[in-house]
C-alpha cells in the first residue's frame, strides 16, 4: 500500500509541475516509511549476529559499526587483504534469531545461520595445523552440516591455521547481518567464512549480487542515510528466493 502511495504522490507532483528536488523529498519520505520484508523467518538464511565482528584498517568492528564502502579483511585462496562492503543482503540490527554458535578447541567462536556457508576442511587424527591454502569455493558447506572434529580455517597471526570445531549449540542472539563483498569471502571473528547462504553455487550468486550492488548504489540519490541502511533492494530478495528453487 505504501509503495503504492509513494508512486501516485510521484505521479500527480509531476502532473503538477514541481521540481526535482522536491520529488525526491517525496520519495526520501516514502523510502523511510516503507519497511522492507522481514527476514527474521527466512528458514535459516539469516547469516551473522550484531555481536560478529571484522577486522577493518582501524582496528574491530562489530556488524552494526560498519557500513557500504568499508574495507573489511578477505582473503583469497593463500593470502589476505581489504576489500570494500559492496552491499547488504540483509542488515536487520533490532530483530533476534536463533543461531548455529561453533566453537572451535581453541575458543574461537562464530554465530551463523543454519543455511549460512562455511568453508570446511575434512580433519584427520594427524592434521596440518598451518595450511597455505584456503578452502576452494567447492568446498563451502551449510553450517548446519558441520560436525564435530571438523577443521575450520582461521587467520592465526598472518597465517592460516585450521582449528577443529569442539562444540555446536543453537544461541539466540541480535540482529541480523549479510554484509556482501567483491570475492564472495569475509573473515568474522578470525573466522573464513563465505559471505552467501542459502545454496552452494558461489559464483553464481557472486554474479548475482553484484548485479544487485549495482543497483543498490543508485539509492545514494536519496541520502548516505537510506543508502546505508538499505538492506537488498525490494524485489531482489524474491529474486534470490526464486535462485535457490532452481539451483540446488
Known amino acids: 500500500m505504501k509503495k503504492m502511495q509513494f508512486f501516485l504522490s510521484v505521479f500527480f507532483l509531476s502532473l503538477s509541475g514541481i521540481s526535482c528536488n522536491s520529488l525526491l523529498d517525496v520519495a526520501r519520505y516514502a523510502i523511510h516509511e516503507f519497511k522492507l520484508p522481514s527476514f527474521s523467518d527466512s528458514d535459516g538464511h539469516a ?40 552491499s547488504w543482503m540483509h542488515r536487520e540490527p533490532d530483530n533476534r534469531y536463533n543461531f ?26 594427524n592434521y596440518a595445523e598451518y595450511v597455505r591454502y584456503l578452502p576452494k569455493g567447492r568446498d563451502v558447506v551449510f553450517a548446519e552440516d558441520l560436525k564435530i572434529g571438523d577443521c575450520l580455517v582461521l587467520l592465526y597471526k598472518g597465517k592460516y591455521r585450521q582449528q577443529r570445531v569442539m562444540r555446536i549449540s543453537i544461541t539466540e542472539r541480535k540482529g541480523i547481518f ?58 531482489s530478495a524474491l529474486a534470490s528466493d526464486l535462485l535457490r528453487l532452481v539451483v540446488p
Open 47 to 86: 547469516c551473522f549476529s550484531t555481536d560478529s565482528w571484522m577486522t577493518t584498517p582501524t582496528g574491530k568492528k562489530r556488524m552494526d559499526q560498519v557500513a557500504i564502502g568499508d574495507l573489511v579483511l578477505t582473503g583469497n585462496l593463500t593470502a589476505t587483504y581489504y576489500t570494500p562492503i559492496i
Open 100 to 125: 548455529v554458535t561453533i566453537m572451535t578447541e581453541y575458543g574461537k567462536m562464530l554465530a551463523v545461520s543454519a543455511k549460512h556457508l562455511v568453508y570446511r576442511n575434512l580433519c584427520d587424527e
Open 178 to 235: 549479510a554484509p556482501i563483498t567483491e570475492n564472495g569471502r569475509i573473515i568474522v571473528n578470525d573466522i573464513v567464512a563465505s559471505v552467501y547462504s542459502g545454496i552452494k553455487h558461489t559464483r553464481l550468486q557472486g554474479q548475482f549480487y553484484g548485479n544487485v550492488a549495482y543497483v543498490q548504489s543508485w539509492m545514494r540519490l536519496f541520502g548516505e542515510s537510506v543508502f546505508n541502511q538499505v538492506s537488498v533492494p525490494i524485489g
